[in-house]
């Protein structure tokens, strides 16, 4: 078996990122998250703490009042939380998963992915995954991470720990206020070790992902046949740009009377002019992609074109470029000429 030793093609790149098979990390997507969830914390935090303590404190005095009149007041209230901090607090975390996203891969949308796949439904496919390195990966990352979690937690809870044991005796206000400081404490614990672990598991997956997607020799090879095509094609494509490039096919279709086509896979190129030339003379043939070529020049100079297939096909098999026409097909090149030339004889 051939060792992937190969960088990935270009056609190989394009192709796994229509099939939304790309290289990125989950890790990046949380730290990013959690940036801008502090982030938001931090600027709007104290509001957001001091009306949720408002809206505590009006539910408990609204039991003096009417069922109508409270339930009214705190569903108004909860909702003009929701709307100025809640709603925003989504938006910046859903706008913090475009910009991890985009970032790693670019803005793709992978049909792919989402369609119904049988290979999905698979079990022996499903046994191998959950055995795969990647899971593995994966397991080891979330127990390193719940570790992690854990020790912060533990030191910060530890250095605290008299504090707590006052809270009950605290008012509502310095209760919330402390417990926000915990919190956000926390917070920049955790938001370390997720920029940490992100660094991490960025360079893990661009490396495992890269390793993943080497070619063998052979692949290239094929790749590189399949994408330009046989020898044939490509001396043909290279014999239709250096007669471009020359000018002379440009100046012999511009020259031509009249292009008889086939009617888009031969084009001939026919040239007479009374006293000058004994009998009609072929300036060019052109085939394939050649043959729209001539027509493409024949149609922007005016040159006169008719489809006459038998014709193109006769003069193809028959007459080489720059011969003149053989007695056979003097009759049907004169009526052409006729028809091009509005001749009267």
């Excluded at 729209?292 to 014709?311: C, F, R, T, W, Y």
Aim: some cysteine; proline content about 3%.
């Amino acid at each position: 078996m051939s060792e992937k030793t190969e960088k990935p093609t270009t056609k190989k790149l394009r192709d796994l990122k229509e099939k939304g098979d790309v290289i990125k990390s989950e890790e990046v997507v949380s730290a990013v998250q959690s940036i801008f969830i502090f982030t938001y914390l931090y600027l709007y935090g104290n509001s957001f703490l001091s009306e949720i303590i408002e809206l505590i404190n009006t539910s408990i005095e609204s039991i003096n009042y009417e069922l109508s009149y409270s339930a009214g007041k705190i569903t108004g209230m909860a909702l003009d939380l929701s709307i100025k901090y809640i709603l925003p607090l989504v938006a910046v975390i859903f706008i913090g998963d475009i910009l991890s996203i985009v970032s790693q891969i670019g803005f793709i949308f992978a049909v792919e992915k989402i369609k119904p796949s049988l290979q999905k439904l698979s079990v022996k496919n499903n046994i191998k995954n959950i055995f795969s390195l990647k899971n593995v990966f994966e397991l080891l990352k979330s127990i390193l991470k719940l570790a992690f979690i854990s020790l912060v937690s533990y030191i910060i809870i530890r250095e605290h720990v008299r504090d707590f044991s006052n809270l009950p005796y605290a008012s509502n206000t310095v209760a919330f206020d402390y417990s926000f400081y915990i919190i956000s404490l926390l917070w920049k614990g955790i938001l370390v070790g997720y920029l940490i672990f992100s660094i991490f598991d960025f360079w893990f997956q661009r490396r495992n992902g890269e390793k993943k997607i080497m070619m063998t020799k052979d692949e290239v090879k094929r790749e590189s046949k399949d994408s330009d095509g046989n020898p044939e094609v490509k001396s043909e494509r290279k014999k239709i740009h250096a007669e471009i490039q020359s000018g002379s096919l440009g100046n012999n279709v511009r020259k031509s009377t009249v292009i008889v086509k086939n009617p888009t896979h031969i084009a001939v190129c026919i040239y007479y002019k009374l006293g000058e030339t004994p009998v009609p003379q072929i300036l060019e043939i052109g085939i394939g992609k050649l043959a729209l070529h001539i027509l493409k020049i024949a149609e922007d100079n005016n040159i006169p074109i008719v489809e006459e297939i038998s014709l193109a096909r006769g003069i193809h098999a028959n007459i080489a470029p720059g011969d003149y026409i053989t007695e056979d097909f003097f009759e049907p090149v004169a009526e052409i000429l006729r028809i091009a030339m509005n001749l009267d004889y």
